[in-house]
């Protein structure tokens, strides 16, 4: 019997490698029902070596997960393969949202936060200072959307949260519970009557709480990394961890899809597609929501509905190559808020983030929420290319024909937890 981990993405493959580290002696195993281990981690190597990313392309460093990754990093002697965007690079520093038919910068440093920046009608501070003396409410939980209207206003409701709501999970601000998303937040609003109060007061915590950094970690923090890939891309990431635990003798199942988890008296049964079953005496599970909420329907089927009431969006993703420099204004890209009704999310500007010769890369991202009513159920590829470029078009004015490579395909994201699964 051994401990079994369920989904090869990068969740799963850091379980197994923890695990090994925990227990060397114990087999384990991990069961992915794809050909591949990776999960959403896909770069797609195409000639002169500009990378399409179709799912992530980037890790921050902070906190304590960003160190735990750069530690693991370090520990699989990946060090010199990393490419970090410092806080000083345009990238990091200038991430748009594209309003009233321009794109506007967010404020990126202490001093703007005292200027005026379209669209927005006031300097930020002055928001700021709104939530300082905006009453507080005592509630278990509301939309984000609410929250950040009553703290700060419609303003930056609009223009702001709604946009990096879709930059997070594609998801629409009005439904989703800001007591998951923004946990953080809320509770500063709940224990100090402000969120403001409570940014100060962990700021000032935060300055006496003195962790002992080394190796990574610590050069992230001296350099100021804002984030970072791989000169190979992402997937760097997920393949050295896959050839450390081949290499250390875990069992690595593909194209087995389990359907079926049951409890026995002192063991786990995990039945599979394929007819196979396993024995195991602990389970991790890294598999969405909802494939999870599948293999416990007999086992647990109010676990299983909780689960299956966690809903998913659909997200188009184009990636597309241009061989000249097109982009006037250097940074992460742009977020398109939801009042602005485009079909697409945003735009990230790859090419100013990994610089590729003479090359524009960009991806557009499309859909999430509203995928559905913008395309339909199983829309064509060549739709989403066709709307990706005019978009570009109307956007950032890119009518270029000469478009040398693209990508096109689109996936199923996680998130998007509504209000009624945070009240059952
Ligand atoms: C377009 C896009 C862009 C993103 N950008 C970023 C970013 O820039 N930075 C960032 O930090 N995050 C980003 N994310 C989020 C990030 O990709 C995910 O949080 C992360 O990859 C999730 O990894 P995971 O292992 O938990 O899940 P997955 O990658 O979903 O892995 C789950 C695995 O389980 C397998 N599986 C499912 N059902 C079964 C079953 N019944 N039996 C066996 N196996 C099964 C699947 O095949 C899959 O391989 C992005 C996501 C998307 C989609």
Redo the contacts with the bound molecule.
């Keep these: 019997m051994s401990n079994i981990v ?9 379980a197994a490698y923890y695990l090994l580290k925990k227990l060397p002696n114990k087999p384990i195993a991990i ?4 050909d ?6 896909k770069s797609n190597i195409l000639n002169d070596g500009i990378i399409f ?8 460093p902070s906190g304590t997960p960003g160190i735990n990754t750069l530690t693991l990093i370090d520990d699989l002697g990946l060090s010199n393969q990393v490419v970090p965007i410092l806080s000083s690079h345009p990238a990091a520093r200038n991430r748009m949202i594209y309003a009233n038919q321009e794109l506007h910068s967010l404020p990126s440093s202490i001093f703007s936060i005292f200027k005026k920046q379209t669209p927005f009608s006031k300097p930020l501070i002055r928001y700021l200072v709104q939530d300082l003396f905006s009453p507080k409410k005592t509630i278990n939980d509301e939309s984000i959307y609410d929250f950040v209207n009553r703290r700060f206003g419609r303003e930056f409701a609009d223009y702001l949260i709604s946009a990096l709501i879709c930059g997070i999970c ?1 998801g629409n601000s009005k439904e989703i519970s800001v007591n998951f998303i923004m946990k953080k937040l809320f509770e500063y609003e709940q224990q100090y009557g402000s969120i403001s109060k409570g940014l100060i007061r962990n700021l000032l915590k935060k300055q006496n709480v003195n962790v002992d950094l080394k190796g990574l970690p610590l050069q992230a923090k001296k350099e100021r990394w804002s ?1 970072y890939s791989f000169k190979n891309g ?1 997937e760097t990431l997920p393949k050295y961890l896959e050839s450390y635990v081949r290499k250390n003798n875990v069992n690595v199942e593909l194209d ?4 079926n988890l049951e409890i026995c008296d002192n063991s786990i049964m995990l039945h ?2 394929n007819g196979k079953h396993l024995k195991a005496d602990h389970v991790i599970s ?3 929501s909802e ?2 909420a ?2 416990l329907q007999n086992q647990h089927s109010h676990l299983s509905d909780l689960l299956r009431n966690i809903q998913n969006v659909t ?1 188009g ?1 184009v990636n597309l190559c241009y061989n000249e420099k097109l982009i006037s204004k250097e940074g992460f890209g742009f977020l398109v808020p939801p009042k602005e009704k485009l079909p697409i999310l945003g735009v990230i500007y790859d090419s100013c983030c990994f610089p590729k010769a003479n090359n524009t890369v960009l991806t557009v ?1 499309m859909g999430g929420y509203w995928f559905e009513q913008l395309f339909g159920k199983h829309p064509e590829e060549g739709v989403l290319l066709q709307t990706a470029k005019e978009q570009l078009k109307n956007t950032l004015g890119i009518s270029r024909n000469q478009l040398i490579l693209r990508s096109t395909f689109f ?1 199923s ?2 998130l998007s937890m509504l209000l009624d699964i945070m009240k059952i």
């Design positions: 369920l989904g090869g993405g990068l969740s799963g493959l850091s069961i992915e029902k794809s591949r281990l990776g999960g959403w981690i990313e179709q799912g992530p392309r980037t890790i921050r594609a984030v992402l087995s899809k389990c359907n599979f597609e890294s598999l969405p494939s999870l599948n293999i997200v993703v991202m996936t994201v996680f």
